[in-house]
């Protein structure tokens, strides 16, 4: 896991255009914690984008890129 900070980026394919993209980037944040950083505060950037997408292709992308 990275130990300093780091820059969150994500794309959401196929979230509900209703979806809350701070909710859905607290999501990610919450299931990382103790596998890719320790603690979410490592965070010091984040990049969110809702992006259409068909059944199929439904899918989330992270990159993470240490500070």
Request: proline share 1%; aromatic share 8%; hydrophobic share 45%.
């Amino acid at each position: 896991s990275y130990a300093g900070g780091v820059s969150l980026h994500v794309l959401f394919f196929g979230a509900r255009k209703s979806a809350d993209g701070d909710n859905l980037l607290k999501i990610i944040a919450d299931a990382c914690t103790g596998i890719l950083w320790k603690d979410d505060c490592q965070i010091m950037h984040w990049e969110c984008w809702k992006l259409p997408a068909g059944k199929s292709l439904e899918r989330t992308e992270i990159k993470v890129i240490a500070l």
